[in-house]
């Protein structure tokens, strides 16, 4: 569907909206929130402070919104001469619904957070939840208040991990310059990246633009495209990534080293985080360090997951509409953006991305190099289990997978095998050496792929997805995919169905294998004319499933998001009453807050 700017559609869609205006967050960037950590002078709660805590739910939910209308009129106003479509007209009510203009108090509290965003709490029906809330509607019609939802806990943890951060900034009571700087690192470390508004550069630059195209593979590939993960020296501590470097200077003035991304935005699939640098927040000045360049000699639990921070978490405004992306991809049924991503590249890309992680962990030796010292951080990311290969996988030796425990309390079954309890997810030198370690590329993502193919085809086959989708698109690479596009479009214009088809969603310009052009052909054959709406149980398809459609593993929880602060709950549109919004609220989303990362 394209919509003509012309029109009271689109008048009434986008009205007030500057279209060209780039998305600017409301919250401070990361550079201030270090710079207001690294001045005691600062009242975080101050009417003139660069960051007020008073106003971190308000801007948080807003800048959620705003940003989901910037993502909507990239796909529905496209900027290529051709349009790539993918929003189809029964998505309509939805689309309005999100676009109405809804204010947020700016003194926002953490139930107001819920409130607005439509997410039910405290007992409350997710159907009475969203009722009030026109945002709340639209997202639950295209399946995204699973994402949403999950933003709302992480809305407040950030507020919450905001004043914390400057409560302890406060015990410190530091007065040189260094120390305040290293104090407020170990609450908010460095990006490691250059620019100092790295989120919205993100948004502007990577995340909208793609969201014009039919290939939305970098949104959910890699920040780093390298083959074997580094480190670098920063103020305060260290960071690896498998990243280009570039020189910079550190807040002191001093040369430092920066990374380069050269991949994509980072959204991992299946994890609902950034993957990006990992920083160890530990003084170089510290003793066990000292120790270390000293003797050359690194203890299993030099340090643990305390001081170990994916700086991709600080990227918050990224993260949550990159989350929203990645469900219109993959949850919303019929959804023509599932074909916007080549599901073998990202296996590719994810599958080096951790085992070059691993495979620096477990290679070197321990010489007296930094890397060495800190690569057991990497463990943290990419995940590391001692296993064994048997049958053509790798095998855990406790089944366990390395996002359920690392918050766990310590005990006896709460880390991994032959790890200290204080070390959580870092894996310490000598463990390393002890065997095989497997990845959550092979544990988890591996699987969370699969799965999105399997979608792929699984709707081609038992949709009419295969008159809106463009054969250029993504997933298309794939030559089964391809072909059986092709099959399944010459079998439509056979089939009884096809007069469900809405033509204003068949896109111009797309050839069937005999060379003529899909939609000219679809109106010969009387599609466009007079054709009756479906009722609720009755689903146009070319052949009739005899399955269900294969549904993907539940994402983990978001940075900062707080455990038990939402209840896990049944999805919204299988309770009574729940709210419909024309033909697409079938497939309306879900809240899922379950397996901690």
Known sequence: MLIDSTSEEFKKLFAGMDLHAAFQSRLPSHDLIVASLSDPSIDPYGTESPVNLNLVNFQNVTDLKVGTK??????????????????????????????????????LTNDGVFEKLGVATGGKKPADAIKGVAYAVGMSALSAMGPVGAAAAAIIGFGIALA??????????????????LNAYAEFPPLSEPGSDLDNHEINTRLLPTLQTGDWTSIFSPRFSGSSWTGIPRLGGFALAPGEKTGGVNPLGAPEERFVPTGGVGFWPGENRIASILQVKLDPRAKLV????????????????????????????????????????????????????????????????????????????????????????????????QCWYEEGRYKNVNNR????????????????PNREKGQGCVIGPFDAKSGCLSNIYDEKTKLVLDEVYNRQRWFLRHSLLCAYVRRSWAAFRDPGLRSLLDEMRMLLLEHHDRRYVVLEDVPDGEKLPNGLDLRGELIKRGVGKGAGRLAFAARPAIRRPKDQAPTLPPSSAMPFELAGSVPSITPWWKHQGAVAVGLCALVGGGLYLVNRR
Request: negative net charge.
């Open 164 to 181: 914390n951060a400057f409560k302890s900034i406060k015990r410190k009571n530091a007065e040189e310059e260094e120390q305040k700087i």
């Open 70 to 107: 910037h993502m909507l009129k990239q796909i529905v106003l496209p900027g290529q001469d051709d349009g790539t479509f993918g929003f189809l007209k029964s998505s309509t009510a939805a689309l309005e619904n999100i676009m109405l203009f809804e204010s947020v108090p700016e003194l």
């Open 401 to 416: 997978v390395y996002g359920w425990d690392m918050l766990k309390k310590a005990g006896p079954n709460a880390f991994h």
């Open 290 to 385: 000292r120790d270390y360049h000293s003797s050359g000699f690194a203890p299993n639990n030099a340090f643990s997951q305390g001081v170990v921070q994916d700086v991709g978490d600080f990227l918050v405004s990224t993260t949550k509409l990159a989350a929203i992306a990645w469900s219109w991809v993959t949850e919303l049924d019929d959804s023509p953006h599932l074909y916007k991503v080549d599901v073998g590249a990202l296996h590719e890309r994810w599958a080096n991305y951790c085992r070059s992680g691993i495979e620096l962990v477990t290679n070197g030796d321990l010489a007296k190099v930094d890397v060495n010292f800190y690569k057991g951080a990497i463990a943290c990311s990419v995940g590391s289990w």
